[in-house]
Nanobody, 123 residues
């Protein structure tokens, strides 16, 4: 089973940008759909964005797509989430996850998860 490690989180000011990384090991990274989810304090885990195995297709949450961009580098077994113009409501733990399928964004459809990276945006 693939192991995922997220990095790049931290404490930033509103309006700042941040890039999260998620590096995979133990599996064939280039065969997986990859996604980012986030979980704010006291709330459930929400889908943020996904990218298909080749990197040619992406799907984003409408409310975030203007500010967040998902990408991947299969040669580095890494998926990224570029976040711009961060807002206090973006404060959450961000997780990456894998799926064998494309088209479903429920967290129950994703098999492997990282431990998460904390993003805190101060206003």
């Amino acid at each position: 089973q693939v192991q995922l490690v997220e990095s790049g989180g931290g404490l930033v000011q509103a309006g700042d940008s941040l890039r999260l990384s998620c590096t995979a090991s133990g599996g064939t990274f280039s065969t997986y759909t990859m996604a980012w989810f986030r979980q704010a304090p006291g709330k459930g885990r929400d889908f943020v964005a996904a990218i298909d195995s080749s990197g040619g297709g992406t799907y984003d949450t409408n409310s975030l797509k203007a500010r967040f961009t998902i990408s991947r580098d299969n040669s580095k077994n890494t998926v990224y989430l570029q976040m711009t113009n961060l807002k206090s409501e973006d404060t959450a733990v961000y997780y990456c996850a894998t799926s064998r399928a494309w088209g479903s964004w429920l967290d129950t459809d994703f098999g492997s998860w990282g431990q998460g990276t904390q993003v805190t945006v101060s206003s």
